[in-house]
């Protein structure tokens, strides 16, 4: 048996083979092939389509191949690997091609160009048809294939070129097309296929899943949330996408489960991409506890320390993912005596060093959060000391808010509509604050809370203005509105917090204008029950936190 009919598929669904069957019509690769076949019908001559490897390349030159399969119009040629050793082995393995019922023996260079010649002008002249050379893997031709190739393209009539040329090649064939500027010059379609984007990474997978099941659709065996871990991983190359999916599939036949969630695809990716994509969070999470030891250190003038363990108040060692969490949700410029968002930490030096315990920021774990952000609200008002609270001032608030699960809404589609883009960190600490073992298993009407996470803005915040079109002063009450608004107008949520005004949710016009005159024209131009409510903010103020950056 083989190994994909344990999950009642009738193929491989993941194969590396460029099977046709199942090509997806992604947009990019549709408008890709769209100008191709216009571009070959007119007989235009030349085209080029670079891309980076895994991009679908040799995929769209099958699924050309196989799309003028069936018309008697069209003569379609492929060449797996163009580097020749000599322009007469290339001369002769096109001749070849071109007449295969003809001997290439013995000939001259110039018979074989002749050879070609008339055939060109006997099939596109007389018998009215289009000839095409498929060239796949173009950044190895040599430069002598590049000249005969030139030459062809001299082979023409006066409406049309005879020989019609496509070459699929990587991106570094654009340093050879800028060498030799005769050939580029030449070109008439220029395409460059680029990455997919995670809905169309997502169709990709689902629509290879259906197409290779017997009966019953398949296309949940993959969970949304480990969708979004593929897309991450492969970077939405179809090649790597596919590649990492197999794995998964692997992984799920082995550990006899059903589906493929979060944790089994984050797993495989780890194992299987190389590079920065499964590196970086533990690179992260190693210089944040790095940073972390040396300022202890520093900071005690101790001498000689081996290592430092960092534990929680029961003395129980703290996870990595913890102390990454404690380090990074500190706010820049707020000092560790204030309401500080960051949970409770010790280090303490092991037995054979000598023992000392400090305590840093403030007396909770994130294991220990409140249940519900009143709560929160007041367990943070009680972790600062008295004396160091401004008069009339509030703490910095450590939680947006609190959601209840929707019918068939994941914990990712939250996180993306709580903080405007999904990544991991969003999502390890949404889970460790909510004792969520399995991102994947959330159920309607379950409460989550979310927490803070300061950003500094990407820009000069305070050479802008903004067009806010309501204020609301809780997270649920400004998703709400969100939702109300529908598609109309593009709105997004930005966050804030100041001494004075605590927590604010600006529902903000997501592009910002140079000036106030521009917001207020545009203001001017809203209907009346719209522009009630609205208003232009022109100066955000000094001590303004901002959990959501909004110039992105």
Known sequence: MDYFEILDFKKEPFSNSPDPEFFYQARPHVQCLQKLELSLRLRRGLNVVTGEVGTGKTTLCRHLIRKFAGDDKIETHLVLDPSYSSPMEFLHAVAKMFCPSQSTHGLSEWQLKEMIKDHLFRTGVDEKK?????????????????????????????????????????????????????????????????PLDFEETKSLIRFRLERA?????????????????????SGGYPRRTIHLCHQVILTIIIQNRSRAGWFTARSCAKRFVRGEIAKSPRTRKGILIALLALTVIMGSGAAGLKFLEFKDKTNRPLSPLAVR??????????????SDPAPALTWQIPDSEGAGTAPIAAERTIREAPKTPAEASAKAGSDVP???????????????????VSHNETLMDMIRRVYGSYNDKYLKSVCALNNIDNPDHIEPEQSIIFPC????????????????????????????????????????????????????????????????????????????????????????????????????
């Open 213 to 233: 099941s017997k009966g019953k659709a398949n296309a949940s065996l993959i969970s949304p949330s480990a969708l979004r871990v593929i897309y991450k991983a």
């Open 130 to 194: 289009i000839v095409i050379l498929l060239i796949d893997e173009g950044q190895r031709l040599p430069d002598y294939c590049l000249e005969m190739l030139r030459e062809f393209l001299n082979y023409e009539t006066n409406e049309y070129k005879l020989l019609q040329i496509v070459i699929f090649a990587q991106t570094e064939f654009n340093e050879t097309l800028k060498r030799r500027r005769g050939f580029a010059d030449r070109i008439n379609l220029y395409h460059l296929l680029g």
């Open 386 to 404: 008295r004396e160091t609270r401004p008069a009339g001032a509030e703490a910095i608030p450590r939680l947006l808010g609190e959601l209840r």
């Open 325 to 338: 969490q404690a380090v990074g949700t500190r706010p820049t410029g707020i000092p560790s005596t204030a």
């Open 453 to 552: 996470f300061p950003v500094k803005p990407s820009g000069p915040v305070g050479q802008f203005c903004w067009l806010q079109a309501a204020e609301k002063q809780s997270l649920e009450q400004a998703l709400h509105y969100l939702k109300s608004s529908g598609d109309d107008r593009p709105l997004c949520m930005v966050p804030t917090w100041t001494r004075h005004d605590g927590l604010q949710f600006h529902l903000l016009y997501k592009e910002p204008f140079p000036d106030e005159e521009s917001a207020r024209r545009f203001l001017s131009l809203l209907p009346p029950e719209t522009a009630s409510e609205a208003t232009v903010l022109s100066d955000w103020g000094q001590d303004r936190l901002f959990f959501r950056d909004p110039l992105q």
